[in-house]
């Protein structure tokens, strides 16, 4: 009966649970730095649009407000219980740490660009690589730029070629900009290894292998890879909002 009355118990909690709201999931995203990605769409969409094609754009379709909304609707349904874990991990000390270096980084324009050509001369401990390698692919970073950066050219050659009369299925454009696509995953994945080999170069490895295993619990997993699935979907939704 013990049993019984625990299992009822548990699918009563079960059948109450809801998935977070878009709202509370944004907020997340700006810990884990996915709300800087919509910050920079519509700026980075309208860099070198020409002036006939810009004006399609519209104010709405890819705001950074809109991308992130509609972002959050589709990674929340069924995030359910773990967006408080997410948030805890996102937030604590030691990711707050690892943001700081980060941003760091921007404030020293100059080391950054003569570390990067120091690392074609002496290339840092091939463990330190391997170690930035593998907290990229826990954390998306990788996969996160490179989705941006393809999604906006995407874009933009979609505009482009609807100011010229021409229509295109989403699936045509994918086919015409692959290419672009392999070349483009290929330079994010460097630029994204030397900034991290430059922001972390004072942080023990010990602490990056920590914040590689934030990464790669199941919470802030999850978020991410649902994160980058998420992605094309909401570009070709807001293209098709431009039709």
Not at 199 to 226: C, F, G, K
């Amino acid at each position: 009966m013990r049993s019984l009355a625990l299992l009822l118990l548990l699918l009563s909690s079960l059948a109450l649970a809801k998935p977070p709201a878009p709202a509370d999931l944004q907020a997340v995203f700006t810990l884990a730095g996915v709300g800087a990605l919509c910050e920079q769409t519509r700026p980075l969409l309208l860099r070198g649009l020409p002036e006939p094609a810009a004006s399609r754009l519209g104010k709405q379709e890819f705001s950074s407000e809109a991308l992130c909304r509609a972002l959050a609707a589709k990674v929340a349904a069924g995030y359910d219980q773990q967006l408080e874990r997410a948030r805890t991990l996102l937030s604590s000390p030691l990711a707050q740490r690892f943001s700081a270096a980060e941003k760091a980084v921007g404030d020293e324009p100059q080391a950054f660009e003569a570390y990067r050509k120091q690392l074609a001369e002496r290339p840092p401990r091939g463990a330190r690589v391997e170690l930035v390698k593998a907290l990229d692919e826990a954390a998306h970073t990788t996969d996160l730029a490179h989705l941006l950066r393809y999604e906006i050219g995407k874009t933009q050659a979609w505009l482009v070629l609807a100011e010229h009369g021409e229509s295109i299925t989403e699936a045509e454009l994918s086919e015409r900009t692959a290419k672009e696509s392999e070349a483009l995953r290929s330079s994010s994945q460097q630029g994204i290894e030397t900034f991290m080999l430059f922001a972390y170069r004072r942080i023990p490895s010990e602490q990056i292998s920590e914040y590689l295993a934030l990464y790669q619990d199941e919470a802030v997993a999850t978020l991410l890879r649902r994160t980058v699935e998420a992605i094309p979907q909401v570009f070709a939704e807001r293209r098709a909002a431009l039709r």
